[in-house]
């Protein structure tokens, strides 16, 4: 059970399914049992490893945020862009002619761009420098909103997470409230294998 405003880092080695696990709580990939159940008024956004597959590579940087928010005036899409780094004429450069890391910062800013009140997360670390890192930490830190995420970076986790579930290969589950330290102490104490 995921609380208003917990925001949950999912832990553990890599195959282990922790983005499958996103994915069956998101209805991508089918149920194998037990039932998902979303709390009154939630509203998602998604954030996938695959995410510039979700965006328009011919259309700008401005358009891609737009789009996904009609609410949205073009001052306050300039004004999110900015706070992920995009200052003045670069809003108008066409996804296609970005570096990955730009584009991975663009695709957080249209994933805030859409006013969910819980985010879902996969490695939104990936591609990114630590100044852009440290954004989207503090932006995530915030936010006032449920937070679910997967990662392997352990600042960005202490920064942002206040619960920790980890998985391990056995099959078994962890949560521990608090950072990573704390995570890892509760493991070593009841014997969690989980990296």
Not at 8 to 18: Q, T
Not at 21 to 42: S, Y
Not at 162 to 169: E, P, R
Not at 177 to 185: K, M, S
């Amino acid at each position: 059970k995921l609380e208003r405003g917990q925001k949950l880092a999912i832990v553990g080695a890599n195959g282990i399914g922790k983005s499958t696990l996103i994915k069956t709580l998101l209805n991508i990939v089918p149920k194998l049992e037990g039932e998902v159940e979303l709390g009154h008024e939630v509203d998602v956004a998604y954030f996938a490893q695959d995410q510039l597959d979700y965006l328009a590579p011919k259309a700008t940087m401005l358009e891609n945020v737009m789009q996904l928010n009609q609410h949205l005036s073009i001052g306050q899409a300039r004004s999110m862009l900015g706070a992920f780094l995009f200052k003045g004429d670069d809003v108008f450069k066409p996804l296609n002619v970005l570096s990955g890391g730009e584009k991975n910062r663009v695709g957080l800013c249209c994933l805030l761009a859409k006013k969910a009140n819980t985010l879902i997360l996969d490695e939104p670390t990936n591609h990114l420098d630590m100044q852009s890192i440290d954004i989207l930490a503090e932006s995530l830190s915030v936010f006032e909103g449920t937070v679910l995420f997967v990662s392997h970076n352990s600042s960005f986790i202490d920064d942002v997470a206040t619960h920790i579930l980890g998985l391990n290969a056995r099959g078994q589950t962890l949560l521990v409230e608090g950072d990573l330290e704390r995570f890892e102490a509760k493991a070593a104490q009841v014997e969690f294998c989980w990296n």
